[in-house]
């Protein structure tokens, strides 16, 4: 009987990926629970699975884009290898004076690709490193971990080009998440009308407050007061006060949120990812600082869930990181609202009829004019500057 191996569903709002990498061949003996292959979407990398063991026979190629449910290879249940794996012993020659080699050789043929790049760059042998994965495997998010300290062995130097024969152009192929992405983010435009408008805030109030009791703040919680933690409190108070933000069209229909999940996008070597802090309305300054540091490792390791993507109503974006002074950040369908954040400047302000020098950042505010007007945008960055140039409007929710 031929059992049908399908793209298995990741999340409600994908319904397509690419099928970044095979870990058979056609024709290979699969055994049940096997990974066989590796699903790229525009928001994580996941895994299929054997459901059954046989002979499996493949219909889509690496690199293919493949929809949610779609049939890939096809596995002859009536062609299963009974036999069992031989064991280490069996594996290796009576007379082989290096067993060890031979079986590195095996645990490397089980390695996914992933893991046998990042081993490349960096120097790291995956034998060294405590898999996580199924069965111990070693995974992509073990070996990420491992790699933040730099190689043992530098890495060699690129050979030094001469002569006529230097391209002045490289060319290399998309990856598979990057064009997810790009989709993505050409859909936002294509379907919403999105329209920025920009504010300035003063960053003094702020700064104080976080000089002030960082130092107490870290000593009770362990993690540093940091300023999104600010804006992700000044945004519910905004999303409370200009409900219109909170909303988003489904069909004909305006829907209306009434929670506060706010996405905090993180910059990965893939790509951009949103994970989304949950109720932010009822968790206290401590507790925004404690998850978006959970989801920074997450996203640099590889693990962010598709729970932790899904589910937000509005999005922070931060820019200055990277040393952006202003942008007009593109919405997170199908959300009607993106804050973009940007680099702190000390600049000359007029203040009470006296030029003084007060640490400013510029924000800015895209939004989906089908749905939102001018009127309700501007408020609401208003009210984002006002609550965090005079945080007391966070204590009162005023």
Known sequence: MAIEVKVPPVGESISSGILAVWHVKDGDQVKRDQVLFELETDKITSEGLAEAAGKISLSVAEGDDVDIGQVVATIDESAADDTPPPTKEEAAPANAETPEVV????????????????????????????????????????????GESPATTPPPLPPTKTGPTESRTSRKK???????????????????????????????????????????FVAKYGRKLGFMSFFVKAVVQALKDVPGINAQLDGQEIVTNHFYDVGIAVGTEKGLVVPVVRDCDKKSFADIEGDIIGYAGKARNGTLSIDDLQGGVFTITNGGIYGSMLSTPILNPPQSGILGMHSIQDRPMAVDGEVVIRPMMYLALSYDHRIVDGKEAVTFLVKVKDAIEDP???????
């Open 103 to 146: 079986v590195e050789e095996a645990e490397a043929t089980i390695q996914s690709p992933a893991v046998r790049r990042i081993a490349a760059e960096t120097g790291t042998d995956p034998a060294t490193i405590e898999g996580t994965g199924k069965d111990g495997r070693v995974t992509k998010g073990d070996m990420l971990k491992t």
């Open 174 to 216: 998309m990856s598979g998440i990057r064009r997810k992405i790009a989709d993505h983010l050409v859909r936002a435009q294509q379907e919403a009308a999105i329209l920025t408008t920009f504010n300035e805030v003063d960053m003094t109030a702020v700064m104080n407050l976080r000089k002030q009791h960082q130092e107490k």
């Open 392 to 398: 007391t409007h966070l204590l009162f929710e005023i």
